[in-house]
């Protein structure tokens, strides 16, 4: 059974900093494209960063550039959004994602969300 489970999110003032983690169960995060999503209230969700599987290369919304980083760590497998400056407009759900293609098969993984709120 896969499992995504996210931590860190909390109530931060603007300008702070949080890390999120996804610790991933049932899968190997070194071979799935690994993707932080966000839904603030009223509004469609996002994607917010992305890690691919091979070459880690990253992604970002341009409303996080130079702000938030995602980065993964096989031996805990785990993936991480370390985010900085925090704005209010930064608070939603935060989603952890994975998705790998095999054949003529997708599979698609979400976790819960962990709520992020940043006051001013």
């Known amino acids: 059974q896969v499992q995504l489970v996210e931590s860190g999110g909390g109530l931060v003032q603007s300008g702070g900093s949080v890390r999120l983690s996804c610790v991933a169960s049932?899968?190997?995060?070194?071979?799935?494209?690994m993707n932080w999503y966000r839904q603030a209230p009223g509004k469609e969700r996002e994607l917010v960063a992305g890690i691919i599987s091979v070459g880690s290369t990253t992604n970002y919304a341009d409303s996080v550039k130079g702000r938030f980083t995602i980065s993964r760590d096989n031996s805990k497998n785990t993936v991480y959004l370390q985010m900085n400056s925090l704005k209010p407009e930064d608070t939603a759900v935060y989603y952890c994602n994975a998705k790998k293609r095999v054949i003529v098969k997708e599979y698609v993984y979400w976790g819960q969300g962990t709520q992020v709120t940043v006051s001013s």
């Open positions: 049932g899968i190997t995060v070194s071979i799935y494209d």
